[in-house]
Each structure stands twice: as C-alpha cells, then as structure tokens.
Nanobody, 125 residues
Framework: QEQLVESGGGLAQAGGSLKLSCVDS????????MGWFRQDPGKEREFVAS????????YYTDSVQGRFTIARGNAKNTIYLTKNNLKPEDTDVYYC??????????????????WGQGIQGTVAP
C-alpha cells in the first residue's frame, strides 16, 4: 500500500497563510501529476490545484488563482500548497492525490490512483 501523507494544516486568521506539504513515499516511480483537493461534508471532492511533476505545469481553480501556489519539492513525489490571503470559505479538509499514469483528468479527483487521509485547514474570520 502506497503511503501519501499530508502535513501542515491548522488554524489561520482571514488574510493569513498556511502551507501544506505532501509526500507520496511508497512509489517506485515518480508521479506524473499530483494535486490538492478539498471536500465539505456530503459534497464531492473539489479541485484546488495540480502540478505535472516533470514539466512543472501548474493548474488552479478560479477561486484560489493568485492566492494559492502549488510547487514541487526537491524530494521525489513531494509537493507543497502555499495558501495566502486566506478566506473563511477556504476552511475545509484538504487531500493530496497522486498518479503515475499520464492523464488529462488531473483536475478531477478520479484522475488519481493514490490519496492521503486528508488534513484540516481552518480559517477564522
């Protein structure tokens, strides 16, 4: 069982910042893409940002464009999500996902084959 572990969640004030980290440590091969998603109870997991690890191309949902930055780390299958200018509506459980297979569906959670347990990020007004 591959292990994908998120860290860095917590509590921030509106206008503040949080940085999430993710390591997909169980893979023999490098991931093609990794992404961040978030989910409200009873709702479908929502795309936040993704990155194609080899090319470095990044993608964002409109609501976080200009505020969040996804980046790859130096270690294999490691990514970060820096969340700036946080808003209360950014409060959510954030999930990191990864896939070794080339896919055009990297902006949808079903385009991935491995994901973490999720990590809470709360933004106080």
């Amino acid at each position: 069982q591959e292990q994908l572990v998120e860290s860095g969640g917590g509590l921030a004030q509106a206008g503040g910042s949080l940085k999430l980290s993710c390591v997909d440590s169980g893979r023999t091969f490098s991931n093609y893409a990794m992404g961040w998603f978030r989910q409200d109870p009873g709702k479908e997991r929502e795309f936040v940002a993704s990155i194609k690890l080899s090319a470095g191309n990044t993608y964002y949902t409109d609501s976080v464009q200009g505020r969040f930055t996804i980046a790859r780390g130096n270690a294999k299958n490691t990514i970060y999500l820096t969340k700036n200018n946080l808003k209360p509506e950014d409060t959510d459980v954030y999930y990191c996902e990864g896939t070794t297979k080339p896919t055009k569906y990297h902006t949808h959670f079903k385009g991935y084959d491995n994901w973490g347990q999720g990590i809470q990020g709360t933004v106080a007004p």
